[in-house]
């Protein structure tokens, strides 16, 4: 149950639109061409998306100091983009210990199932044979089940995590291509 609320999370999370929105990068280029945006369209910006906060701390450290060095308003940004990055990666090492640990539980499951199956089976007079062989079969049965299930969760965390992990990775790269885009033009703005 955590395992899907998780990846129902992440994938509402994880929209491009919420991320990446792809005309901003030109928008906030086109909007900042002739002067630096006042606060109130910073602040816009920076609520629009992860996208739209990394470029939000760009103007921000250009306006609190129209003097900044190209280094400044890189640092700026990345700070920002440390955070989205934060962000984006929230819950995923939830998700991926969920797909490690599902078959251990459900190979501990199995183990303590086959325990308890050829302990009961052990006969109480010493003789040897008299345990029940349906008995025993449907015990291993039932033990077996358990490595299934801990599989049956396994298994679709571990793609989710991986699908997540990678769609991650390629905002971040548009990120920071985006973010160094904005920095030189930044740069061009700076008195």
């Known amino acids: 149950m955590v395992g899907l609320a ?5 994938f ?16 906030a280029i086109g909007v900042s061409r002739n002067a630096i945006p006042g606060p109130e369209v910073v602040t816009k910006l920076e609520k629009n998306s992860g996208l739209g906060e990394v470029l939000a701390a760009g103007f921000r450290a250009l306006n609190a100091n129209p003097h900044s060095t190209e280094d400044d308003l890189r640092a700026a940004m990345e ?14 090492p939830a998700l991926a210990t969920i797909a490690s640990a599902a078959p251990l539980l459900g190979l501990l499951g199995t183990v303590i ?30 033990a077996l089940y358990n490595t299934a299930f ?16 990678t769609r991650v990775d390629e905002y971040l790269l548009n ?17």
Do not use: C
């Open 150 to 165: 801990g599989l049956m969760v396994a298994i679709p965390a571990l793609i989710f995590w991986r699908y997540f992990r």
């Open 79 to 92: 700070a920002a983009g440390r955070i989205v990055a934060h962000r984006l990666e929230r819950y995923l």
């Open 12 to 27: 509402s999370s994880l929209k491009t639109a919420k991320v990446l929105p792809p005309k901003l990068l030109d928008e």
């Open 6 to 10: 998780l990846v129902i999370e992440r």
């Open 113 to 142: 199932g086959m325990i308890e199956i050829f302990g009961s089976q052990s006969p109480s007079t010493g003789a040897v044979g008299t345990g029940n062989p349906a008995q025993l079969a449907h015990g291993i049965s039932v």
């Open 175 to 191: 990120l920071e291509l985006a973010g160094e885009r904005f920095a030189r033009h930044l740069n061009t703005l700076r008195i």
